[in-house]
Structures are given as structure tokens and as C-alpha cells.
């Protein structure tokens, strides 16, 4: 049995997020479809985590594990040339048997990206949020220092989400102005909580309206009452851009 390790590259837009279900076209469907075809072996494809639905990656990762004997550089051809387009695996290499993409992850990086102008570009629109009025970026970067650390990150988690134990570790968080009109989120975590990311993006973008003071990002966390936090800001802004190991 071979182990091999994908990065994957995928446009979100029309998948149900990566986890296979049985309502909606997946992620993690397409490529062990795909997979199947060229090695004509059924297999499981395990990713770093979890994307939801409408969310991008840049560079997901995963393995799978195949009795097949063909090349890497074959199977890579062969299951780049049968996915939709939307979904590229970048890189495709035979690994150590020990790999495991979920188990072995250090920390993920994810961006989110605001387009703050008074018109949505008619380009790229399922790729960030359109934010109409002016943003603070000097109080949502204060705002965002609270955020650092180890926290009990409720607040900011799904409601009805089942995990129990919601302490997370945020490594590192950079807002920057990246082009005319567009703002870049950056965040590392140890791991995320259901709809981490977005529920902070959205709590962010009501520090830079002036709707709430950054020093309130404290209260927001020790409350760990998701109805305290912000609006969740939507799926198409969000990009799984790096797994760290």
C-alpha cells in the first residue's frame, strides 16, 4: 500500500464544502472520483480539514492511500486531466507511510479578502466581500490583537456546532490594504472552530464601521456567547492558503 500526499488548489463556488455528504456535489468527492478512473481502486481521500460550503483553497492538502502501481507523475497527469475544472492538484508525490494530512498539521493560515469601495467590481465577485462603505483599518488592526493567544473562542464558533472543547490557539493575525479597494485578512491558528474565521471577519468589519470600540473584542471572547459577536461575513471571501507541518 502507497501513501501519497496532494495539494490541491480548488474554487469552492459550487461545492457543498470538502467533507463528501449525501445531499451535494463535495470536494473530497470529485477527487476520489477521480482518483478512482485512473487507479480504478476506490480510496479515501483525507484533507487537512475541513472547508465549508463556497469556500476557496489555495493549498489544501491531503493523502490518500492506493495498491496501484503506477507513477506518481501518471496518477498526476491522469487525475488532473478527469476533474471539472475548478479543482487542480498541484502537486501529487508518493510519501512516507506515516504521513497523515489531518493528524500531522502544525497550523493553517487562511486569508479572507474585503473589497471596500462604494461599487463591487463585475470581476472576481465570487472571490471576497463586498463592503460598501469606508473601513477603520487602523481600529480593526487594534481590535485584532485581542484575538492573539489562547482563547475559549465560543463566540465566535456556529451556533448548534457540537465540539466541545472550543479553546483555540491564534498564532498570528495581519490586516493590510493589498490593491486600490482591497483589504487582506490574514490569520494562523493552531485549528478552527465551525466558522471561526468568518464570524471574526464580520466582527471586525463592524470595529472598522465604528459600530463597536476595539477594546470590546476582550468582552466578546470572555463572554463566549456567539449572539455578542458579529454578523458571519460570507463564504466567498474566504481561501485556505497554507498547511503548515
Same mark, same amino acid.
Given at each position: ?7 490541491? %488548489? ?15 456535489? $463535495? ?66 508525490? %508518493? ?12 497550523? /493553517? ?35 485584532? *490583537? ?12 456556529? $451556533? ?16 493590510? $490594504? ?7 485578512? *490574514? ?6 472552530? /465551525? ?10 468589519? %463592524? ?8 477594546? %470590546? ?26 498547511? /503548515?507541518?
Amino acid at each position: 500500500m502507497r501513501n501519497f500526499k496532494m495539494i490541491v %488548489e480548488y474554487d469552492g463556488t459550487a461545492y457543498s464544502g470538502w467533507q463528501r455528504q449525501e445531499n451535494g456535489l $463535495t470536494i473530497q468527492q470529485a477527487l476520489e472520483e477521480a482518483i478512482q478512473l485512473i487507479t480504478g481502486e476506490k480510496t479515501v481521500v483525507i484533507g487537512s480539514g475541513r472547508t465549508d460550503a463556497g469556500v476557496h483553497a489555495l493549498n489544501q492538502v491531503a493523502h490518500f492511500k492506493s495498491n496501484s502501481a503506477l507513477p506518481a507523475n501518471k496518477i498526476y497527469r491522469g487525475v488532473n486531466s478527469v476533474l471539472p475544472p475548478d479543482i487542480v492538484v498541484k502537486k501529487l508525490e %508518493e510519501v512516507a507511510d506515516n504521513f497523515h494530512a489531518l493528524r500531522d498539521v502544525k497550523s /493553517k493560515v487562511y486569508i479572507y479578502k474585503i473589497c471596500n469601495q462604494p461599487l463591487s467590481p463585475a470581476l472576481g465577485r465570487n472571490y471576497f466581500w463586498h463592503v460598501r462603505q469606508p473601513l477603520n483599518i487602523l481600529k480593526m488592526k487594534k481590535a485584532s *490583537k485581542f484575538l492573539i493567544g489562547t482563547h475559549d473562542f465560543s463566540c465566535f464558533c456556529a $451556533t448548534g456546532t457540537d465540539v466541545k472543547d472550543r479553546v483555540r490557539t491564534i498564532l498570528n493575525i495581519n490586516i493590510d $490594504t493589498i490593491d486600490d479597494g482591497f483589504i487582506e485578512v *490574514k490569520i494562523e491558528s493552531r485549528g478552527f472552530l /465551525k466558522y471561526m474565521v468568518r464570524n471574526i471577519i464580520g466582527t471586525l468589519v %463592524e470595529v472598522g464601521h465604528d459600530k463597536r470600540k476595539p477594546e %470590546e473584542m476582550r468582552k466578546i471572547i470572555e463572554s463566549k456567547n456567539r449572539k455578542i459577536a458579529g454578523v458571519t461575513a460570507p463564504a466567498c471571501g474566504l481561501f485556505l492558503k497554507e498547511v /503548515k507541518y
